[in-house]
């Protein structure tokens, strides 16, 4: 068995880390922590993020085994979202990061701000 280290270039965590670092996994696994969610009700409540961007971050995540994806065959199709127990423990890792980023955005803001000054 091989061991995981993710410095090295060639490690398939590598892989895992490039999703967790995308600000749409975040927010999608954030709002999806909450319960099922439609996309098109994750489309408006993730402002900013298109509807090919929302796509893509769905299916990996799918693909991940993080989100489940659940199609009813309603005149339009109606398609829900939902966090499996592999995502919820990821949204659980990395909710922290949203949070944290809401509480700091201030102090960056005025940090970047110094910097930008000299």
């Not at 967790?20 to 409540?45: C, H, Q, S, Y």
């Not at 799918?62 to 339009?76: F, H, I, N």
Request: hydrophobic fraction near 45%; proline fraction near 5%.
């Amino acid at each position: 068995m091989h061991i995981p280290n993710t410095f090295d270039a060639n490690c398939p965590t590598r892989l895992i880390l490039d999703r967790i670092a995308d600000k749409w996994t975040v927010l999608a696994l954030a709002l999806l922590m909450g319960g099922p969610v439609r996309f098109n009700e994750l489309r408006r409540r993730i402002d900013g993020v298109s509807q090919k961007m929302l796509s893509q971050t769905l299916k990996s995540l799918e693909r991940d085994g993080l989100v489940s994806r659940k199609a009813t065959p309603t005149v339009p199709v109606t398609v829900e979202y939902s966090i499996t127990p592999l995502g919820a423990t990821l949204a659980a890792t990395i909710d922290g990061l949203r949070v944290w980023a809401e509480c700091n955005i201030n102090d960056v803001l005025a940090a970047q701000k110094r910097y930008d000054a000299v």
